[in-house]
């Protein structure tokens, strides 16, 4: 399928890599680019040989912009609400995904940017990348869920800095606050997001899909609930050719192969 505004590869290793493709506007989101991203997260949702997903940007200096302010500006109440919707449905979307998805944010990641990177499960940053949410310039507030997913991360402190300046901050003070895992040199981000997805792509499927559904779903509720949660995951990877496979290889001092189907 042919996207206007993504480019999206997969490989046999069963890594596949979305990249925002509009570098001339420093890869802004549109409404189309929204549609296309939603739409996009759907099949890879039903695609069963993808195990990591990574999103970047096309170009040398934006991850994602914001989002499109050209747009933005001329939308009305109804027309508001149709990108809202349209946001909201991918960034959420992108967040039920049941495998690991990495942010590789290559330069500025401004507004919904830093948003969908905070919707991803962990972030690696180039040096020259710059993070913030200036919503508040423009006289709006961050609307693809930043007010929430990013005082979870970092502390409601820094985010209510972060998002009531609306500064921008670097690579190395994203790193610092706990935004992001990991900082390297441009030209190696690709290689250092794939490796970790390599690593990530070889481990078993079932308990790759438990730990990241606990993990989400634990941090929505008491430390008691979600150690419940934690014991039904746990017996569902038990009853998993995985786990089976995983302690049999220890046990004979080899690697595990893990299958890539869920119960074969
Ligand atoms: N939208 C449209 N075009 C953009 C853009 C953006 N966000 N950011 C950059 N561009 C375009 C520039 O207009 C310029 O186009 P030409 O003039 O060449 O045609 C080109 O990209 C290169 O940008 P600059 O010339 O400005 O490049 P510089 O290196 O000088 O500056 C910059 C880079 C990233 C600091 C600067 O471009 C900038 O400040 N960009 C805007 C950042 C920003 O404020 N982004 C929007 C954040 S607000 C909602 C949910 C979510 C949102 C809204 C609603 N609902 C639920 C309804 C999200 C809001 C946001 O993301």
């Not at 508001?80 to 690991?100: E, T």
């Not at 500025?108 to 919503?135: K, V």
């Not at 935004?179 to 308990?207: C, F, H, W, Y």
Request: charged share 20%; net charge neutral; hydrophobic share 50%.
């Amino acid at each position: 399928m042919e996207w206007k505004h993504l480019l999206f590869e997969t490989a046999d290793d069963g890594i596949a890599t979305i990249t925002f493709n509009r570098p001339k506007a420093l890869n802004a989101l549109n409404a189309e680019l929204l549609g296309e991203l939603s739409s996009l997260l759907d099949i890879i949702a039903q695609d069963e040989a993808i195990r990591v997903l990574i999103l970047t940007g096309a170009g040398e200096k934006a991850f994602v912009a914001g989002a499109d302010i050209n747009e933005l500006a001329k939308c009305n109440a109804l027309q508001g609400k149709c990108f809202a919707n349209r946001g909201q449905s991918a960034i959420s979307k992108l967040q039920a995904l049941n495998i690991p998805v990495i942010a590789a944010v290559n330069g500025y990641a401004l507004g919904g940017g830093s948003e969908i990177a905070l919707a991803c499960d962990f972030i690696y940053a180039s040096e020259t990348a710059m993070f913030g949410l200036p919503e508040i310039t423009l006289g709006i507030i961050p609307g693809f869920g930043g007010t929430q997913r990013l005082p979870r991360l970092v502390g409601i402190n820094i985010a209510k800095e972060m998002i009531l300046t609306g500064k921008m901050i670097s690579a190395a003070e994203a790193r610092e606050i706990g935004m992001v895992n990991k900082v390297v040199a441009p030209a190696d981000l690709m290689g250092e997001v794939k490796k970790t997805a390599r690593s990530i792509a070889q481990k078993g499927k079932v308990a790759l899909r438990a730990a990241k559904q606990v993990i989400n779903a634990g941090i929505e509720v008491d430390l008691a609930a979600g150690c419940r949660m934690e014991i039904d995951a746990f017996a569902l990877c038990m009853a998993s050719p995985d786990a089976k496979e995983g302690t049999t290889a220890f046990l004979e001092k080899r690697k595990a192969v893990f299958k890539a189907g869920l119960m074969e």
